[in-house]
């Protein structure tokens, strides 16, 4: 798997890789993250086809996921520091 590029964001971090005749887009932000993986085909074929892709409503959607993994880290946290404690 190569680099083949970055999305920049104010809030993610959007690693672009190439790996087997596809794409692999990873988003981070606050020790989680999202991978995607698209097929190369005809109409997606360069770093600039992946950053049209990646519009303003799939980083949008992303950030709301990104919310929710963040939510459901701490509960698990705060059960497991219960079965601690009790």
Known sequence: ???VGYIEHPVMK???MQMNERYVVKL???LLEQTYKFHEDDRLRTLEDVQRLI???FL???LKR???MHRSRGEGYLRFIGEKNG
């Open 1 to 3: 798997m190569r680099i």
């Open 14 to 16: 959007i690693t672009v």
């Open 28 to 30: 981070e932000a606050n």
């Open 55 to 57: 519009d303003d409503t």
């Open 60 to 62: 949008d959607e992303c």
């Open 66 to 68: 990104f919310g929710e």
